[in-house]
């Protein structure tokens, strides 16, 4: 039996080398950095970390907004309302949803929460749009409110019109 070319074997270790460094590592979610809508002191709600996942985001694929956070009060009822932004201020998505669903059971009792956000949402091709999610007592005030960057792959879906 011969011994098998070693030249084959690194072109398969070339091969795959390269295959690693193009393609995005959407495995697992980076914190983002992030920004509050206005001075932290006066929101409920403080904020430690956004993930997102798959990062970079793709084009009409569901995206999954993770959110470590912490309250310092009671919190019967809300709402998440999610904007997307082109350019700071051409609005391209809006969409609320209950806070108390899925895997959070309301009241949320003062202390670390986390909250799972997944959104489908058809966005025009770019390279990265501004997020801004807003947290909000059903009815009240605001309990926080972030804005980041939502950066996309460089492989996006290709639009669908009907």
Do not use: W
């Amino acid at each position: 039996m011969a011994a098998p070319s070693s030249s084959f074997s690194v072109l398969h270790l070339l091969a795959a080398a390269i295959c690693l460094i193009l393609l995005p590592d959407s495995a697992h979610a980076t914190p983002v950095d992030f920004q509050y809508c206005v001075d932290e002191i006066l929101y409920r709600v403080s904020v430690y970390e956004v993930d997102i996942t798959p990062d970079p985001a793709v084009l009409n694929k569901p995206i999954t907004f993770n959110i470590s956070a912490s309250t310092v009060v009671n919190i019967h009822a809300g709402e998440v309302e999610m904007e997307v932004y082109d350019i700071g201020t051409i609005r391209l998505y809006a969409g609320t949803t209950e806070l108390c669903k899925g895997d959070i059971h309301c009241p949320i009792l003062p202390g670390y929460f986390e909250l799972s956000e997944v959104r489908n949402m058809m966005l025009p091709s770019g390279t990265f749009y501004t997020v801004k999610m807003t947290l909000r007592e059903t009815g009240r005030f605001d309990l926080t409110c972030i804005s980041f960057k939502l950066p996309l792959g460089l492989f996006p879906s290709v639009l669908t019109y009907y």
